[in-house]
């Protein structure tokens, strides 16, 4: 069974930072795509960053020069260094990891909360 745990949220000041860490297990293939969404109290669940296996790596508007997703691909573990961190940042942060082996897999984690104070 394929699992996905986050770990590095917490309580931070405005301007503070936070590295979040997100490991497979039950997995012997690489995930194509690996990458962090978050949800915010009331709104829909976006896309933060992801990262292909080859290192490609995609932002969201509101997290680019602040955020920097990486991953280590022989342990299929992908971390997000998210600095000068602000209150609308608070969110759940949820782990993603997709497999394209014949058919497209998606994985989530269970989520981390983050929460920045002003």
């Known amino acids: 069974q394929v699992q996905l745990v986050e770990s590095g949220g917490g309580l931070v000041q405005a301007g503070g930072s936070l590295r979040l860490s997100c490991a497979a297990s039950?997995?012997?293939?690489?995930?194509?795509?690996m990458g962090w969404y978050r949800q915010a109290p009331g709104k829909q669940r976006e896309l933060v960053a992801t990262?292909?296996?080859?290192?490609?790596?995609n932002y969201a508007d509101s997290v680019k020069d602040r955020f920097t997703i990486s991953r280590d691909n022989a342990k299929n573990t992908v971390f997000l260094q998210m600095n000068s961190l602000r209150p609308e940042d608070t969110a759940v942060y949820f782990c993603?990891?997709?497999?394209?082996?014949?058919?497209?897999?998606?994985?989530w984690g269970q989520g981390t909360q983050v929460t920045v104070s002003s």
């Open positions: 993603h990891g997709q497999l394209i082996v014949i058919n497209t897999r998606d994985y």
């Open positions: 039950g997995i012997t293939f690489r995930f194509n795509s």
């Open positions: 990262i292909t296996a080859g290192g490609s790596t």
